[in-house]
């Protein structure tokens, strides 16, 4: 089976997964709401995507495994491929009834993440990319962004989960503020991501993602031509990201040396 058949599999079902977000957008109650952490929320939206999600791919793929942030591994444990699903990314935002959330699918081969799509829902923006393939949003092919350093609006999450960190994270965005343009806190990173590849953000960064948060939006930036690293300038996803244009993603992996490594 090629890449484009993949590709194919995660367009459909982050948009299968989306028209759930859409269908109950607005409609959960409090009582719905269950906490899974500290300042870390669940809904039974965020459920049924990824058991809609999951039964699909797995219909269509049965011998892979599927990675699922809220069920874990299921499938075939010993496949080289494995989908990676965040089904409702930006819950918090979700909850609230803020339209910026997304549905994030990314299909990995042994180390290398092959496929993936990102879907949010409240704008219709369907993006995806294939690994050699290119990056898209609705059928136009992205490229990452080529603004000035003076001009470039960089997105960024807060370590809302780990306030021991805060300091550190407070000193590279102030950093951040004083050489960009501006800086915004959509609240979903696999959105903001998707944002950086189609070149509305110039750059991205945020600490202690997980692997959900970031596989799809991973391929979206370096297909749009992006750059994508860790803290330390390697090519991983150990949920420390840094993403953007080439100029851009050099000046802020130097603020993130100097602040938080």
């Known amino acids: 089976m090629d890449t484009e058949q993949f590709v194919r599999t995660a367009k459909?079902?982050?948009?299968l997964g989306g028209h759930i977000l859409k269908e109950y957008f607005k409609k959960v109650k409090k009582e719905d709401i269950e906490s899974k952490a500290v300042k870390d929320f669940v809904t039974y939206?965020?459920?049924?995507?990824?058991?809609?999600?999951?039964?699909f791919i797995l219909s269509l793929h049965p011998d892979h495994a599927f990675l699922g942030e809220e069920e874990g591994i299921i499938g075939n444990r010993k496949s080289e491929y494995l989908w990676i699903v965040d089904p409702l990314d930006g819950t918090k935002n979700y909850i609230n009834g803020f339209e910026i959330f997304g549905v994030s699918v990314a299909l990995q081969k042994g180390k290398d993440i092959i496929a993936s799509a990102v879907y949010v829902p409240m704008l219709d923006k369907l993006y995806w990319a294939g690994k050699g393939t290119g990056a898209y949003m609705n059928g136009e092919r992205?490229?990452?962004?080529?603004?000035?350093?003076?001009?470039a609006i960089v997105s960024t999450g807060f370590p809302f989960r780990y306030i021991e960190e805060l300091d550190s994270y407070l000193k590279a965005?102030?950093?951040?503020m004083i050489t960009f343009s501006a800086i915004r806190r959509p609240?979903?990173?696999?959105?903001?991501?998707?944002?950086?590849?189609?070149?509305?953000?110039?750059?991205?960064?945020?600490?202690?993602l997980s692997i959900w948060d970031?596989?799809?939006?991973?391929?979206l930036v370096k297909e749009a031509g992006g750059v994508f690293s860790n803290f330390y300038g390697e090519e991983k996803l150990d949920g420390n990201v840094i993403a953007g244009s080439p100029?851009?993603?050099?000046?802020?992996y130097n603020i993130v040396k100097r602040t938080l490594v």
């Open 142 to 151: 992205m490229k990452i962004s080529n603004r000035a350093i003076e001009m």
């Open 187 to 208: 609240g979903a990173a696999a959105v903001d991501l998707a944002l950086t590849a189609e070149g509305v953000f110039d750059g991205f960064f945020e600490m202690k």
């Open 214 to 219: 970031i596989a799809a939006g991973y391929l």
């Open 247 to 252: 100029h851009i993603y050099e000046e802020l």
């Open 173 to 176: 965005f102030r950093e951040a």
């Open 12 to 15: 459909e079902s982050a948009v």
């Open 45 to 55: 939206v965020d459920k049924l995507s990824e058991e809609r999600i999951r039964n």
